[in-house]
T-cell receptor
Framework: NAGVTQTPKFQVLKTGQSMTLQCAQDMNHEYMSWYRQDPGMGLRLIHYSVGAGITDQGEVPNGYNVSRSTTEDFPLRLLSAAPSQTSVYFC?????????????FGDGTRLSIL | DQQVKQNSPSLSVQEGRISILNCDYTNSMFDYFLWYKKYPAEGPTFLISISSIKDKNEDGRFTVFLNKSAKHLSLHIVPSQPGDSAVYFCAASVGGGADGLTFGKGTHLIIQP
């Protein structure tokens, strides 16, 4: 059971380059989200989706785009990378449920922008 | 403004004793609270949760207590084991978590042999 799979695990980019961080889940979860974690900080929400075709902004959305064409995939796009986007990125998924359901996280993508 | 606060960046506890990790929140709309455990180079792993309609939830060695009037929750680990050494994140959500979680900064728990 793969759960939430993120690729790549590591990436180094130059300022101004673009790239897509991939996230796929095999649990048929409706909810998916992207977070970034910086040193000494908790995870901060970038974008989230409550289902295919539906996305919305989180706490720190600037510089990132998302789309959700299928239930399984939720890619995160950096349009023009900046050093401030150096971080560890986590994708998560969960299903709706009364009282809430825990989110399941991938192992992260470590991104460095030079 | 931080809505979920973990004021202890680190905590050292002797093996076999109780570990108590604390978390405070400011948003009264939060109705679901979760604790995650994180090892280096891995994603957070769900540990235990509690709904705002309860004041206690227990799962094996882990118990979470919620004090709504004080906007405070705590995670108790009894007895503490070496494998419990990790960073623990407190998180909260509104309305079942459809719009994501709000995390604290984490507490690094170190279990001393």
């Amino acid at each position: 059971n793969a759960g939430v799979t993120q690729t790549p695990k590591f990436q180094v980019l130059k300022t101004g380059q673009s790239m897509t961080l991939q996230c796929a889940q095999d649990m048929n979860h409706e909810y998916m989200s992207w977070y970034r974690q910086d040193p000494g900080m908790g995870l901060r929400l970038i974008h989230y989706s409550v289902g295919a075709g539906i996305t919305d902004q989180g706490e720190v959305p600037n510089g990132y785009n998302v789309s959700r064409s299928t239930t399984e995939d939720f890619p995160l796009r950096l349009l023009s990378a900046a050093p401030s986007q150096t971080s560890v990125y986590f994708c998560a998924s969960s299903s709706p449920g009364q009282g809430g359901q825990p989110q399941h996280f991938g192992d992260g993508t470590r991104l460095s922008i030079l | 403004d931080q809505q979920v606060k973990q004021n202890s960046p680190s905590l050292s506890v002797q093996e076999g004793r109780i570990s108590i990790l604390n978390c405070d929140y400011t948003n009264s709309m939060f109705d679901y609270f979760l604790w995650y455990k994180k090892y280096p180079a891995e994603g957070p792993t769900f540990l235990i949760s509690i709904s705002s309609i309860k004041d206690k939830n227990e799962d094996g060695r882990f118990t979470v207590f919620l004090n709504k009037s004080a906007k405070h929750l705590s995670l108790h680990i009894v007895p503490s084991q070496p494998g419990d050494s990790a960073v623990y994140f407190c998180a909260a959500s509104v309305g079942g978590g459809a719009d994501g979680l709000t995390f604290g900064k984490g507490t690094h728990l170190i279990i001393q042999p």
